[in-house]
Each structure stands twice: as structure tokens, then as C-alpha cells.
């Protein structure tokens, strides 16, 4: 990729959109443009990462962020080793830190970390010596994927300021919904969330977004709607009378997605809940950005990866 007018990303680890400047952002989109080529194209390996070591550590389940980095750190040369969590010695009790100190002492050059604690990827961050990538931890953020849906939108809107976004369904529980409302409103969009008052954070004005409990309402004259996942994994009590009921009221259909504006876009980070929080018809309808959402995944990846390559020793 081309560096020569490019500013230098000035952050050692990537944990949040938080701490980002619109600049930083913008810089990593346009990596990722790049790397979109690249990655379209019959020779898609780069030398970046070449000798360096990528650990992919993932204390929860991953589809899209586990398969999408191992590819983007292969893609760039790196040697990367998927760590299982689950055949591991956190499950003899290890505690992070010690993980983190038994890792560190391998020399990796960058390790990705998805955790089911908000915060537990700063933790690990202070405790390693190399670069660190946050790919979501709790309900607090999960950057990449914010980076990703950004990419997307500006793709096919051509911009991102001025957009009306709605992002719908289990906000509370939700770190995507999180890190979008900061990186969206960084780049001048106008941010919408929408759900039922028990899946809203209590507080969530204060960050800027308009609120809504009527989706219909929520969605008039919307360019994007960003359905997520009700996340009830993440739930300790009843936070929905049902499943049937929740679809009725949140969960997106033909009917509800005309509220929005006709060329309005629809996108959801996966996975995806069918007949829960989207339905088929809109799913794999031609307003869906979700398959392209994926192919997004791995060029942020690729761009994180190469902008965080920069503060490595002897780089
Ligand atoms: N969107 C997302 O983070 O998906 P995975 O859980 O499959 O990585």
C-alpha cells in the first residue's frame, strides 16, 4: 500500500474508537480501500508483516473477527497463531494477567484479544510489551467492527457526514452499537438508536443520539439502519416478554424498513438472528449490506494490522 501522503497512525495499540480522531479514522478507512483491492486480487499476500508474530486470543466465540484477522495477518505476511481458549489453561483457572505473562514471553509482535470483560483488553494491554487489538470486550467497544461498518457505508453512500443511522435492537448489550455512536458522530453522522426502554442504556442521550422506543418512528427518513443481535447471552433476567413479540415490535421487516428513506441501506455486524431481530426477506433483500460487511472485515483487519505495524521494534 502507498505511504507517501499518508499520516502516521499515532497509536501503539488499538483498544477503542475512543481516543481516536476523525483523522486517525479517516487514515485507516482509506488503508483499508487498499486493501480492499488487494484482497480482490488473484496475489493477495504483502511483505508488512513478514517475521512478525500475530497471536489471536479469543476468550469468546468468534465467526467473523477470528477468521477475518487470521486472514489479514496472513495476508500481510505474518506468522499467526489462533489461540483456543477453550483447550487452554484459563480453563485450570489461569488468570488473565498470567496468560497475558505466559504469551508475552514468546515475543509475539501483535496480539488480538476478544474478552467477555469491558476493559479486560486495556488490562492486558498494560501487561504485554507488544502491540494489542482490541476485538470486543463485554458490552464496551469492538473498534474493528465499527472501522468495518464505517468502511461499508462510505462505499456505498460516498460519505458519511450528514447521514441519518439508526441503529435498532439490544443497545444495552451491545459493544458494537457503542463504538458505532462514537465513530459515526466523529465523522459527522446523525445517530439515531432505537429499541425497547429495557435494552436502552438509562443515560444513553448524553451521548449525543436521538432515542427512540417506536421503531417506526426511529426509522422515518433513515440512510442506514443498523439492526444488532439480541444479545441473550449477555442477559440475567427478562429483558423481552418473547421472542414473537420482540420480532412484532423491533425486529425488521419489509414493512418497517419502508419508513425508512428508499434507498436507505440495511447492515447488521452477525451474526445474525433470523425471524429475531431481521427477517430473511430484508436479510438477503436488496438493500442488505451484510455479505459486503464481511469482505469489509478483512481490509480493516488488513489496514489496523499495517498501521500498528508502523510502532513495532525495527520497523
Ligand atoms: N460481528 C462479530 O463480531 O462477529 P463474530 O462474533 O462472529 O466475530
Known sequence: MSTATRPGFPHRHLLGIEGLSPL?????LDRA????EISRQIEKKRATLRGRTQINLFFEPSTRTQSSFELAGKRLGADVMNMSVASSSVKKGETLIDTAATLNAMRPDIIVVRHHQAGAVHLLARKVDCAVV?????????????????????????????????ICGDVLHSRVARSNIILLQALGARVRVIGPSTLLPPGIERFGVEVF?????????????MMLRLQRERMNGSFVPSVKEYFRYFGLDGDKLREARPDALVMHPGPMNRGVEISSEV?????????????????????????????????
Open 24 to 28: 486517525d479514522i479517516a487514515a485507516l
Open 33 to 36: 480501500d487498499e486493501a480492499v
Open 134 to 166: 482490541n476485538a470486543g470486550d463485554g458490552a464496551h467497544e469492538h473498534p474493528t467492527q465499527a472501522l468495518l461498518d464505517a468502511l461499508t457505508i462510505r462505499r456505498n453512500k460516498g460519505r458519511i457526514e450528514g447521514l441519518v443511522v439508526a
Open 213 to 225: 422506543t417506536d421503531m417506526r418512528a426511529g426509522l422515518k427518513h433513515a440512510d442506514i439502519v
Open 283 to 315: 436479510a438477503d433483500g436488496a438493500q442488505s449490506l451484510i455479505r459486503e460487511q464481511v469482505e469489509m472485515g478483512v481490509a480493516v483487519r488488513m489496514a489496523v494490522l499495517e498501521a500498528l505495524a508502523t510502532h513495532l521494534p525495527n520497523a
